[in-house]
Antibody
Framework: EVQLEESGGGLVQPGGSLRLSCAVS????????LSWVRQAPGKGLEWVST????????YYADSVKGRFTISRDNSKNTLYLQMNSLRAEDTAVYYC??????????????WGQGTLVTVSS | EIVLTQSPATLSLSPGERATLSCRAS??????LAWYQQKPGQAPRLLIY???NRATGIPARFSGSGSGTDFTLTISSLEPEDFAVYYC?????????FGGGTKVEIK
């Protein structure tokens, strides 16, 4: 059974940092690009970042470029999102997501339950 | 950035009725469009990929069509569990983008 489980969310002050983790199981982690998608309270979905299966390529939304860093540890089956210089507008539920095929832009058929990040003083 | 515009924002229908949701792209995205369903407090669920292909386990009452800039998600006969928010998403160009969503509510 495919499972993705995010952790690391919480309350942080503006300008602070947080690292999210996504532990996965049930599929060959090293074969799939993985992504982070967020959803602000009461709002729609926003793609945040994607990392290729081999970690060779990363993609970021303009809204987080230069502040967030995606990484993965294929030996631990874990995806990360390092978030620095956090702003109020980064407040959201952050989901990690797996695509239904190995192509990097393939839509996501498995999602974690999400972890809430709240940026507030 | 490719902008996806979904309409209507809200669709009020009764169980058993047909739902037709629209997604328009600001430029051609070929057939690189997906549809997701999201219920309150839950993660999104992939319904349709590449405009017209149902994802694994998705009932046949869900169908997608379109190419280029205009796409449609049709639910042929609404079941009680289908009342939710639906998002389209393109994978043609970076950044990957979502539409603003259509809420299908019970009339």
């Amino acid at each position: 059974e495919v499972q993705l489980e995010e952790s690391g969310g919480g309350l942080v002050q503006p300008g602070g940092s947080l690292r999210l983790s996504c532990a996965v199981s049930g599929f060959t982690f090293s074969s799939y690009a993985l992504s982070w998608v967020r959803q602000a309270p009461g709002k729609g979905l926003e793609w945040v970042s994607t990392m290729s299966a081999t970690s060779s390529t990363t993609y970021y939304a303009d809204s987080v470029k230069g502040r967030f860093t995606i990484s993965r540890d294929n030996s631990k089956n874990t995806l990360y999102l390092q978030m620095n210089s956090l702003r109020a507008e980064d407040t959201a539920v952050y989901y990690c997501a797996k695509p239904h095929r190995t192509t990097v832009t393939t839509p996501w058929d498995y999602w974690g339950q999400g972890t809430l990040v709240t940026v507030s003083s | 950035e490719i902008v996806l515009t979904q309409s209507p924002a809200t669709l009020s229908l009764s169980p058993g009725e047909r739902a037709t949701l629209s997604c328009r792209a600001s430029q051609s995205i070929s057939s690189h469009l997906a549809w997701y369903q999201q219920k309150p407090g839950q993660a999104p669920r992939l319904l349709i990929y590449d405009a017209s292909n149902r994802a694994t386990g998705i009932p046949a009452r869900f169908s997608g069509s379109g190419s280029g800039t205009d796409f449609t998600l049709t639910i042929s006969s609404l079941e009680p569990e289908d009342f939710a928010v639906y998002y389209c998403q393109q994978r043609s160009n970076w950044p990957l983008t979502f539409g603003g969503g259509t809420k299908v509510e019970i009339k």
